[in-house]
């Protein structure tokens, strides 16, 4: 008996099967603008500690940042949620990854971090001042650790978090950044143009929450129609491929420095 057909069936069967498998994810696509034909402008920082040194560089007010041409909102946290209510995914492994956070010219860079439980926070100072980060964990171990000038401290992400993390420098009042821990990687904050996206995702019905930190969104505006995501929460049936939700409007009073 010739079993090589048999044998090239089966791994084709297998080969077929697999990219089945990676077939069934979604990616999801979308673009934060904010609802007004005036967008507010920058805000600068001005030091009032180390001045000589915070005071060289331009510090930005990150509460609230859009694009005065294109209207997008930067910085709208969006994820895959788990709670109470929410989504039931498989466990995802552990990737181990290390994500910097740096105090850099008197602020914190980048000002959204997003890790998967097992990560490891590393924070840097590349200033010539020292500095604090003063991590409120819920679930993790809380930590309010002093970085010196050009020192380097690690901490361990062991749990997901509720919600958005602050993390805040009790020396320089106006730093602040936010570290976002889940136990899966589906998740994204906008960029310059507003615009996100989240890839892999699992197929089917899946639980969103949105955040932001000037305020609550959970009025918006979708192709011209009106949509309440209560709880800041929103549900999608997510397809194989590309999910792209289009500009989703937010009002401009939901949003405030």
């Not at 498998?21 to 990616?27: F, K, N, Q």
């Not at 929410?86 to 008197?106: F, I, P, Q, S, Y």
């Not at 860079?109 to 097992?118: F, L, S």
């Not at 950044?177 to 310059?192: C, I, K, Q």
Request: hydrophobic residues 40%; charged residues 25%; contains cysteine.
């Amino acid at each position: 008996m010739n079993i090589r057909p048999l044998i090239a069936g089966t791994a084709a069967a297998y080969a077929l099967t697999a990219s089945m498998a990676m077939a069934e994810t979604g990616t999801l696509k979308m673009r934060f603008v904010y609802d007004s034909n005036n967008a507010p402008k920058v805000e600068l920082i001005e030091p009032n500690k180390d001045i000589a040194f915070c005071g060289k560089h331009e510090i930005p007010n990150e509460k609230l940042l859009v694009d005065s041409e294109t209207k997008g909102i930067k910085n709208v946290l969006v994820y895959v949620y788990t709670g109470r209510g929410g989504t039931k995914l498989d466990d995802v492994a552990a990737k181990n990854e290390t994500h910097e956070l740096a105090n850099d010219k008197c602020r914190f860079d980048p000002h959204y971090v997003i890790a998967q439980t097992g990560d490891t926070l590393k924070i840097t100072n590349p200033d010539t001042v020292g500095h604090n980060a003063n991590l409120n964990f819920f679930a993790n171990k809380a930590e309010n650790l002093m970085i010196p000038a050009g020192a380097d401290k690690e901490v361990a992400l062991e749990k997901p978090e509720p919600a958005a993390i602050p993390v805040e420098c009790n020396i320089h009042p106006w730093m602040r950044a936010y570290v976002v821990v889940l136990e899966h990687p589906y998740a994204a904050v906008s960029g310059e143009d507003g615009t996100l996206t989240i890839e892999g995702i699992p197929t089917g019905e899946v639980m969103f929450r949105v955040s932001h930190e000037a305020g609550k969104i959970d009025e918006v505006k979708i192709d011209g129609s009106k949509e309440s995501w209560r709880r800041s929460r929103f549900e999608l049936d997510i397809k194989p491929g590309m999910n792209d939700l289009g500009d989703v409007l937010v009002p401009a009073d939901a949003l405030s420095l």
